[in-house]
């Protein structure tokens, strides 16, 4: 039996169109955790070994046999979708007032999906920088003694990332196409020593982002850049000292699968997110609800290496 909310709830087409189109560039989880949708909220998903990403031989010459391989043993893990949802209210007056109500209600979307959006940067990056979530041997925790940003380091972080760049590839037979790095960690590297002296007699004064991604023979550099607040007035980033270099699924969305080998993967609901609207208190009082649905999963654990504690505060009193 549905309630009189329920009956006079109305899902708006025209807003859940607006923030299903909407970015915000400083979030950046679907780098590592690519959408796939999902019918149910709960179901399982292959977890994806070294033989996954691996390149077959498919040619076959005239009247040979086909290239038969011995059927894939997959183990299969469980994902589990839950809804999140945050409203505003707009009264009458306000409506009255503005002088483009219309705006005013996209501008409150979006500011709804921006908080949504939020919290799901928060957990992928939460699942992305803990060691516990990679192969063994698939992350290097490196001590405030080595950390790039000491100057008292001894190692080269240049060494750092293509061997970490290598050990994924030595795992699953492809090198990682998604780098992610905080923000703290970019900016250190890209004045680092042992960076600028590779580039001291080539006439440049500083180090560009592209002479950077030349150095550490990368394509790009996705930077984490979004902070949180637990008070409203601290805030910390999201995205720590820290470096991620993962396979993920890079298909288009519509031809996205979640039998695509991928480190990890965002499952969500069909049709969501989506806007809904309500009214309160006689219809004076209109609510506007985004409301998504979701679950993180890490999918193939070993496509992907963690450097953790790149860049850490350091003590100038020790």
Not at 27 to 48: D, R
């Amino acid at each position: 039996m549905s309630s009189r909310i329920d009956d006079l709830r109305l899902v708006d087409p025209v807003l859940t169109t607006i923030v299903r189109g909407y970015e915000n560039n400083s979030f950046i989880a679907e780098e590592l955790f690519p959408t796939v949708t999902v019918s149910k909220m709960k179901g399982k998903v292959p977890k994806f070994g070294k033989d996954a990403f691996v390149v077959r031989n498919t040619e076959r010459a005239i009247r040979s046999d086909s290239n038969r391989i011995a059927p894939g043993e997959f183990e299969l893990i469980p994902f589990e979708t839950r809804e999140r949802d945050i409203e505003t209210a707009i009264d009458y007056l306000e409506e009255e007032e503005s002088p483009d109500y219309f705006r005013y209600e996209h501008r409150i979307a979006k500011n709804l999906s921006d908080i949504l959006r939020l919290g799901k940067e928060k957990e992928a990056a939460d699942l992305a920088q803990d060691e516990n979530n990679y192969a063994d041997n698939m992350f290097e925790v490196i001590s405030e003694d080595d950390a790039f940003n000491n100057p008292d380091s001894t190692i080269n972080p240049i060494e750092v990332i293509q061997e970490a760049l290598h050990s994924v590839r030595n795992r699953i037979a492809r090198f990682p196409n998604t780098i992610v790095m905080g923000m703290s960690v970019y900016n250190t590297l890209m004045q680092h020593p042992s960076i600028s002296s590779l580039i001291q007699y080539s006439g440049l004064i500083k180090i560009t982002e592209e002479i950077l991604l030349k150095v550490l023979n990368l394509d790009k550099i996705i930077v984490g850049q979004s902070v949180h607040s637990l008070n409203g007035s601290d805030f910390e980033n999201i995205w720590g000292g820290n470096i991620i270099l993962a396979y993920a699924d890079k298909s288009p969305l519509q031809k996205r699968s979640e039998y695509n080998p991928s480190w990890a993967y965002t499952f969500q609901r069909e049709g969501m997110p989506e806007i809904d609207t309500y009214y309160e208190n006689g219809g004076k009082i209109k609510i506007i609800r985004n409301t998504d649905n979701y679950g993180l999963n890490i999918t193939g654990n070993d496509a992907a290496f963690l450097i953790k504690g790149a860049y850490q505060e350091i003590d100038e009193g020790e």
